[in-house]
């Protein structure tokens, strides 16, 4: 399915905004007489009301407001700590409720910072009863490497994060409740643990996902020659066991749809990933397995992404309980400022 924003850029959030009256200003003797009278009427008013305080904004009960958090845990499975940024919703430390979490993975040469730092994710989530977790995992591929036996970071993802999440906060711990979703590489890895893990996610999406990365050992990152290198490294050799086992073709071949959570997918139409995108879709269609499948105008960037976002929460909401059935998002912004607006691979 195709999909143009007809408001491609809205506004920010409302702010204050100082306008001319009458086509001119009005002179400095004008606002003295004015002021004078201003000043009369507020003695007037307050001797009427002697005994009263007025309500200041200050004293007005505060919106519930979401809380960000940086957070650390030990991986049984790197044997290393690994950091996370989690997104709790509002009101979720003045009660027992328990709440739907999805988990967010970042892109190659990118951390879990990215997500929150470079879209609008904490405006487009605030009516949204969820929790949102961004791990970081390097330039992993979220997978277990072929060459390095330690780096094992499929197993930190699905086993060791999370256990820890769920352990930690009021979650609630069920498939139904759990969804993951990613961009680029991460992208790649939402799709693959969906496949490979389908009693764990009820939802899945990929933001220009690579799922060609295991697909085809002759592929090119825009990244350049190291993380050629690494990706051969981490799959191994072509139609060896570690890169059969992480292809997302062949995991989608094989899976029963039937036991498939949901999947949402979405490219750009400048995209070099795109037709890669389009073969995987038409796997999935060929063999009946549910999906949404987007393209846009945009390229492999975070200005795409972060206008992107906002379907994938509707979508989601559509396949997990979020406090409303459809909910109120804000307009899609322009996107944020940060010196690397295009991911490369």
């Not at 004293?59 to 407001?65: I, K, T």
């Amino acid at each position: 399915m195709k999909r143009l924003h007809a408001n491609a850029v809205a506004p920010p959030l409302s702010r204050p905004v100082l306008a001319r009256q009458g086509g001119g200003f009005r002179s400095r003797a004008t606002h003295s007489i004015i002021l004078l009278i201003l000043i009369c009427i507020g003695i007037s008013s307050a001797l009427a009301q002697v005994g009263t305080i007025p309500r200041t904004h200050s004293q007005l009960p505060a919106a519930p407001q979401a809380t960000i958090r940086d957070a650390t845990f030990q991986s049984a499975s790197l044997g290393r700590t690994m950091k996370y940024r989690i997104i709790l919703p509002a009101g979720y430390d003045r009660g027992a409720r328990r709440y739907p979490v999805l988990y967010l993975l970042h892109g190659l040469i990118g951390s879990y910072l990215d997500w929150d730092t470079k879209t609008h994710l904490e405006e487009y989530a605030a009516p949204l009863r969820l929790i949102i977790v961004m791990p970081d995992a390097g330039d992993s591929w979220y997978t277990n490497s072929s060459a390095n036996p330690r780096d094992r970071f499929e197993d930190y993802i699905f086993k060791d994060l999370l256990a820890e999440i769920d352990k930690t906060y009021r979650t609630i711990a069920t498939r139904h409740a759990r969804a993951i979703g990613g961009l680029s590489m991460g992208g790649y890895g939402a799709m693959k643990f969906a496949l490979k893990y389908p009693n764990l996610f009820v939802f899945a999406g990929s933001f220009s996902g690579v799922q060609s990365v295991a697909h085809d050992p002759d592929l090119k990152l825009r990244a350049g020659e190291k993380y050629d290198r690494q990706a051969l490294e981490i799959y191994g050799p072509p139609r060896g066991a570690t890169r059969t086992a992480n292809d997302v073709f062949a995991l989608a071949e094989k899976t029963d749809p039937a036991d498939l959570p949901y999947f949402w997918i979405t490219c750009g139409i400048g995209d070099r990933r795109l037709e890669s995108n389009r073969e995987f879709v038409a796997l999935l269609q060929r063999r009946n397995i549910a999906y949404t499948y987007e393209e846009a105008p945009g390229s492999h960037s975070w200005a795409f992404w972060d206008e992107e976002l906002p379907a994938m929460l509707r979508e989601l909401s559509r396949h997990m309980e979020l406090g409303t059935a459809r909910p109120v998002l804000p307009p899609i912004m322009p996107a944020r400022q940060n010196p690397s607006p295009l991911h490369r691979p």
